[in-house]
């Protein structure tokens, strides 16, 4: 199994990214993703999640209303986009993968893959 994180850098506070992870070997359709990210000195955090089919999606307080997590089965691939990014949304961003349609959770140790991480960073 290999999800592929890209689409960080380095942004202006207010403005935005769109980071996506492509997954292979793994039947995509039947995990779970998540997104998470870790900020220099503190620990990995939940971001995003939501079931297999996309339809029901959840969200960290923090991130509630500036960021969207889509997903495309067919491609394989799971999107977050990012609006009205802060600079405390400064992180190495890493996207998850655990088995089971519905089986989302905010819980880093329940997800088997992750990605290398991608980085955003924001200034302000």
């Known amino acids: 199994v290999q999800l592929q994180a890209s689409g960080g850098g380095l942004v202006q506070a207010g403005g935005s990214l769109r980071l996506s992870c492509a997954a292979s070997?793994?039947?995509?359709?039947?995990?779970?993703m998540g997104w998470f990210r870790q900020a220099p000195g503190k620990e990995r955090e939940f971001v995003a999640t939501g079931n297999s089919s996309g339809v029901r999606k959840f969200y960290a307080d923090s991130v509630k209303g500036r960021f969207t997590m889509s997903r495309d089965n067919a491609k394989e691939t799971v999107y977050l986009q990012m609006n009205s990014l802060k600079p405390e949304d400064t992180a190495v961003y890493y996207c998850?993968?655990?088995?089971?349609?519905?089986?989302?959770?905010?819980?880093?140790?329940?997800?088997?893959?992750w990605g290398q991480g991608t980085q955003v960073t924001v200034s302000s």
């Open positions: 998850a993968a655990r088995y089971g349609n519905n089986f989302y959770s905010r819980n880093a140790r329940e997800y088997g893959y």
């Open positions: 070997g793994l039947t995509f359709m039947n995990y779970v």
